[in-house]
C-alpha cells in the first residue's frame, strides 16, 4: 500500500489551505504537508492546529523546515504541543533550508548542523533529554510525544546523512531513474552505519496535474507544473557548484537542465507562471511531475512503488487543485492501493 500526502502553500486565506487539507482527507489522503517559508507565506504551525482539529487521521508537517529560522527547540516544542493536543498526528520534513532562509540573505545550513537539529528536535520532540549549547534539555510536559524526522535532500552528502539519521527521506521530484538512483545511495548509507535500510520511509514528492489525454491538455499541465524544475534547480545549483556537473557525483539527469537558469524570483517560488522558470524544458517537466490521465499517473506510481516508494505527495500548486484531489481520489488512489476481494 503507497501512502498519499498533499503539499500546500499556506497561502491566505487560511481556511481554504485547511479545506484542502480537509478534503484531501476525504479522498483518501494521509498526509497534509506545508511549505514553511515564514516571510512568503503564513506561519505553518498555527494553520497545522486546524487542520488537526478538523480531521480525524490525518498527519502534517513541513515539506520542509529548517535549522536557521527557528531555534530548534522552539520547534521542537512546537510539534510536541500539536502531539499533546491532538495525538501523535506530526511528522518533522527537514533539509538545510532554501526559500525561508534565502529571502533574508541567509544561507543553508551546513550538513553537519542539520545533523546537529535533527538530534535535538527529534530528541525533544520523542520525550528525551537532549544537549543543547552546553546543558541538558528536555520538555517535561509530553514525555508522550512522538515524532519521526524526514530528511530531505539531493546531493551525495545529504543523501548519506539521510540515510545515517533519518526517519524518512524526501525527494522533491518523481523522475524514476533519479529515484532509484536516490534511494539506493540512502539505503547505502544506513546499512554502512548499522541501520535497517528498508525501515527508512521513502516519499516522492512532486507536482500531479490530471488531464483529459489530449494534447492541449498536456500542454497546459506542463505550463501549470513548470515552475517546479525551477524550484529543485535552486538545489541542483548549489551541487553543481560543489561537486561540478559530469555526471559523477550525482546523475546528468539531475544536473544537465540547468544550464539555462539564469537565477530565480523568490517572489514567485511554488507559483504556476513563475517567469524565472521558462529555462525548463517540457522533457524535464514530464520527468519531474506526473501530468497526464489518471492511467498514466497510476503506471507511474507503480513504477515509483516498485522502487520503494512508500508515500508520493503531490503538490498542488497549479489551476486545479480541487479538481486534481477529486481525480486522485476517485481514479487513482484506489487503483493503486485495490482492496483485497471481501469473498473469494
Not at 545529504?158 to 522533491?172: P, Y
Not at 557548484?241 to 539531475?254: H, Q
Request: with cysteine; charged share 20%; hydrophobic share 40%.
Amino acid at each position: 500500500m503507497m501512502d498519499f500526502g498533499v503539499v500546500l502553500q499556506t497561502d491566505p486565506p487560511a481556511s481554504r489551505v485547511i479545506d484542502l487539507a480537509k478534503r484531501a482527507e476525504t479522498y483518501g489522503f494521509t498526509h497534509a504537508w506545508t511549505f514553511d517559508s515564514h516571510l512568503l507565506w503564513e506561519e505553518p504551525f498555527v494553520i497545522y492546529s486546524r487542520i488537526l482539529a478538523e480531521t480525524h487521521k490525518l498527519v502534517v508537517g513541513p515539506m520542509v523546515t529548517n535549522p536557521a529560522t527557528r531555534d530548534w527547540t522552539v520547534t521542537a516544542s512546537l510539534f510536541a504541543t500539536l502531539n499533546e493536543m491532538y495525538g501523535n498526528r506530526t511528522v518533522c520534513g527537514i533539509g538545510r533550508g532554501d526559500s525561508a532562509v534565502r529571502v533574508i540573505n541567509g544561507h543553508p545550513v551546513k550538513l553537519a548542523e542539520l545533523r546537529e537539529a535533527i538530534g535535538v528536535i527529534r530528541g525533544l520532540a520523542n520525550g528525551e533529554a537532549v544537549e543543547y549549547k552546553g546543558t541538558t534539555l528536555r520538555l517535561p510536559w509530553n514525555p508522550d510525544s512522538r515524532l519521526e524526522v524526514w530528511v530531505a535532500g539531493y546531493g551525495p552528502k545529504a543523501l548519506a546523512l539521510t540515510g545515517e539519521v533519518g526517519d524518512g527521506f524526501i525527494l522533491q521530484l518523481a523522475d524514476p531513474d533519479i529515484t532509484a538512483w536516490s534511494i539506493a545511495a540512502v539505503r547505502r548509507a544506513a546499512e554502512a552505519a548499522g541501520r535497517d535500510p528498508d525501515a527508512i520511509t521513502i516519499c516522492v514528492a512532486a507536482p500531479a496535474y490530471v488531464t483529459d489525454g489530449s494534447p492541449e491538455g498536456l500542454a497546459h499541465g506542463r505550463d501549470q507544473c513548470r515552475w517546479f524544475g525551477g524550484m529543485v534547480g535552486n538545489h541542483v545549483a548549489d551541487i553543481v557548484a560543489r561537486y561540478g556537473g559530469d555526471g559523477t557525483a550525482v546523475p546528468e539527469a539531475l544536473t544537465d537542465y540547468i544550464a539555462g537558469r539564469e537565477g530565480y524570483d523568490y517572489n514567485a517560488h511554488g507559483k504556476a507562471g513563475n517567469s524565472h522558470t521558462a529555462f525548463v524544458p517540457d522533457a524535464i517537466v514530464d520527468r519531474f511531475c506526473l501530468i497526464g490521465p489518471p492511467a498514466d499517473q497510476v503506471q507511474r506510481l507503480q513504477e515509483l512503488a516498485e522502487l520503494g516508494v512508500d508515500q508520493f505527495a503531490v503538490y498542488l500548486q497549479h489551476d486545479a487543485k480541487d479538481a486534481t484531489l477529486g481525480s486522485y481520489g476517485e481514479h487513482v488512489i484506489p487503483v493503486v492501493n485495490q482492496r483485497a476481494a471481501a469473498k473469494t
